[in-house]
């Protein structure tokens, strides 16, 4: 009997783990469910070119150019996964039930909300799906005011595109820097300095107190920092977190993500997870990340382990963020007490360094692209890097990473 192999959620995990699935099992039947309209698509370009309008969610599938179609593997969409039975090995949707065999569950993350400006609310944005970038963009009008709630990854990307579409912008951080899980100081106020070439008004360390609709539809918000802004829209991207509403269904063991090892395996045998959606648990390690890379990686080992295969998954945290001309990659874990080190490469590219006891922990480059992937390496293999080497351009990283023997 062919195995049945179903796999919850249209995201990179999802579209990764069903592809390996039947790659690894040809002869599985592979089911994807998503409760999306769209064919699975990618999140990313939402803050970038679909808010510019020069692509649409629709073409940026992530299957490929050609979409699901001649993979072999069977597409739910609008198909809502409400409950699983692992006894009877059952998944149950908003369209029937779905037996299955292995179980992989690629059901990400969603936004954080903030109390008083819920999602939905008139004039009022969150951005995580095509829908919503959709709807955002219909009210990006050139000389409006757009106040943006969050200096991360998507709060930014979402004002370089609004600035570029002529719309004057605010961002309210509660945070005293930009970037501030992600970034360190120095990167973050050159990702600052670049907003605010292009009229971007930040206001670090505040939160929103209060907000109100006035008569013209226009809202009114009171920030800690005792001022008021008035604003046509107003975008929260204040964070994501794990969605584990449908692994509880089934008494999965969650603590802020579905609990997984290695090998992807959640608490319940035949039922696994990756993603946005878990934390990767082990000696001494607990880690959840969200990002795009982390996603497909971890998705791809889930489906071929959910195919029979027993592969470990080691995640090394990595993301990228554009931003105007800026290109913005993380690798690596920040950590404490380390030692700053830059490498410039050129007028507008940079790599900050944070390294411990002569390995690279953490590393962040703007427009560095093609030093990115040695650096991705060096962090990789451990490799114990000399600092003055490390900043000097004349020696190629690639070159450390032939000389320098591993670190024990
Ligand atoms: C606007 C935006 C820009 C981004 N830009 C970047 C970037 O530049 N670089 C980067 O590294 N990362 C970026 N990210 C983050 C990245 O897209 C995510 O980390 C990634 O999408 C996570 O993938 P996932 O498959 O785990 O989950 P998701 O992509 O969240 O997909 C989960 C899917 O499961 C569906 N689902 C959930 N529950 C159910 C259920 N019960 N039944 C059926 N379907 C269900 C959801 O509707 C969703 O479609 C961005 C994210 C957003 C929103």
Partial sequence: M???????????????????????????????????????????????????????????????????????????????????????????????SLPYDSLVLATGSRMRELPDLPF???????????????RFKSELSPGSHLLIIGAGLIGLEAAASAAALGVRITVIEAASSLMARTCDRLTAARIAAEHEKHGINFELSTSVIRSSKQPDGTLLVETSNGKTFSAQAILVAIGVKPDDTLAVTASIAVDDGILVDAECRTSIPNIFAAGDATRLVGPGFSERQENWRHAQDQ???????????AEKYVPLPSYWSEQYDL????????????????????????????????????AIGINAQRDMAAVRRLIERRVKVDLTALKDTKRPLNALLKAAAPAS
């Fill in 327 to 362: 290109y913005i990659q993380g690798i690596g874990r920040p950590a404490q007490n380390v030692q700053n080190v830059i490498r410039t490469i050129s007028e507008s590219g940079a790599i900050s360094f944070e390294v411990k006891d002569g390995i690279i922990e953490h």
């Fill in 120 to 134: 939905g609310g008139q004039n009022v944005h969150y951005l995580r799906t095509a829908d919503d970038a959709i």
């Fill in 2 to 96: 062919a195995r049945k192999i179903i796999v919850v959620g249209g995201g990179p995990a999802g579209v990764f783990a069903a592809l390996e699935a039947k790659r690894v099992d040809p002869a599985a039947v592979v089911t994807l469910v998503s409760e999306e309209r769209f064919e699975p698509y990618e999140r990313p370009p939402l803050s970038k070119a679909v808010l510019l309008g020069t692509a649409k969610a629709e073409d940026t599938l992530i299957a490929g150019p050609g979409g699901f179609a001649q993979r072999g593997i069977a597409l739910k969409l609008g198909t809502r996964c409400v409950a699983i039975d692992p006894d009877a090995r059952i998944v149950n949707t908003t369209d029937g």
């Fill in 299 to 309: 998705g791809a080992v889930a489906g071929r382990n959910a195919a029979g295969a």
